[in-house]
């Protein structure tokens, strides 16, 4: 009986210690999510966390990126931001993406404002506490309802992210139904195009729209692309996807050039 238990024992202690390497980020042979919950203002909010393989060998050098969903992911199950946008390319990439992805949850019927963005950055700050992520290596990107999201966080943290990346996203309402769906942080500007550029304009910047989007018009990054280039900016790009819909965003993840140029931005 002695033998049996002690080996019992050593079962619990390995699944122990299976779970501890998840927890701190020490993956053998692929990237997974780990589920977290961040309490701001006595909000208590879900999200998740990829974390890629052998994270713990490259603590300090990680780099950290902030997802920020569109509109049919909102909720509160913290498990449907995963699952359109970067989540997907995440799944089918686990072995080799080579960074800490970051993915809140805004409730139903809310947008990326306010509270909202302050919970996204407090799950950054814990990732990053956490999984000890390179602060110079913080990007931002979002699609759709989170595109508009990104340049909301952007423009009230101009010095924080070494690069943004905004998916179908625009500047104003796309239609009335959608009223509350804008970048605050310029509403009252006259030109919220040349504010925006003026604001973000040392911050490398490639946006991506479908050309026929019916849901967000392209205007509004066609725009915004003129404005960075009147205002000097230093790396603002623009892809728009001559036979593309509203769906931009498998494209986009799914183009390692985007990548590649994302993870050369440093602050």
Known sequence: MARRAGGWWWVAVLAMLALSGVASGRTSDSGQ??????????????YQ???PRDAQA????????LFLHGSGERGS???KQTQAGVGPYLRAHARDFPALVVLPQV?????????NNRIALAALDATIAEFGADP???YLTGMSMGGYGSWNIALEHPDRFAALVPVCGAVLAP???RATLFVEAVADEADPYAAMAARLKATPIWTFHGALDDVVLPADDRKLKAAFDAAGAR???YTEYPQGNHNAWDATYADAAMWEWLFAQRR
């Open 175 to 177: 239609r009335a139904v």
């Open 235 to 237: 790396d603002m790009r």
């Open 33 to 46: 999510f780990v589920k977290r919950t961040v309490t701001v203002d006595g909000r208590q909010s879900r």
């Open 136 to 138: 110079a290596r913080q």
């Open 77 to 79: 199950d913290g498990r």
């Open 107 to 115: 409730p139903e019927d809310e947008e990326w404002a306010g509270i």
């Open 58 to 65: 490259q603590r300090g050098s990680l780099p950290v990126v």
């Open 49 to 51: 966390v990829f974390v």
